[in-house]
Nanobody, 123 residues
Framework: QLQLVESGGGFVQAGGSLRLSCEGS????????MGWYRQAPGKQRELVAR??????????NYADSVKGRFTISRDSAKKTVYLQMNSLKVEDTAIYYC??????????????WGQGTQITVSS
């Protein structure tokens, strides 16, 4: 069980930067998956970035549209995942959602979602 609260959204000019934070609260055993999704008006939800932990190896994936501009990272001690967004484009405008999955107390798998935060990029 992990509750996620997102912050850092807002308005920004094209070419600017924002950093989204997704802070978790609650007791967990292990986080295996952390990701960011977004959904623009009239569009399907799409994966922006994700990191998957297998053993001691973390693997990251990014949508082609954000490669080289966005970076996913996390602070395990704070149970927080970040999305650094640089060189923002108008087409990045969307509601962004974080998601975290792993193992909770008792050995149960869990998946949690943030409430969503609006990113609006103006030209």
């Amino acid at each position: 069980q992990l509750q996620l609260v997102e912050s850092g959204g807002g308005f920004v000019q094209a070419g600017g930067s924002l950093r989204l934070s997704c802070e978790g609260s609650g007791s967990i055993v292990r986080i295996n998956y952390m990701g960011w999704y977004r959904q623009a008006p009239g569009k399907q939800r799409e994966l922006v970035a994700r990191t998957i932990t297998v053993g001691s190896t973390d693997s990251e994936n990014y949508a082609d549209s954000v490669k080289g501009r966005f970076t996913i990272s996390r602070d395990s001690a704070k149970k927080t995942v970040y999305l650094q967004m640089n060189s923002l484009k108008v087409e990045d405008t969307a509601i962004y959602y974080c998601t975290v999955g792993g193992i909770a107390n008792g050995g149960r798998a869990f998946a949690s979602w943030g409430q969503g935060t609006q990113i609006t990029v103006s030209s």
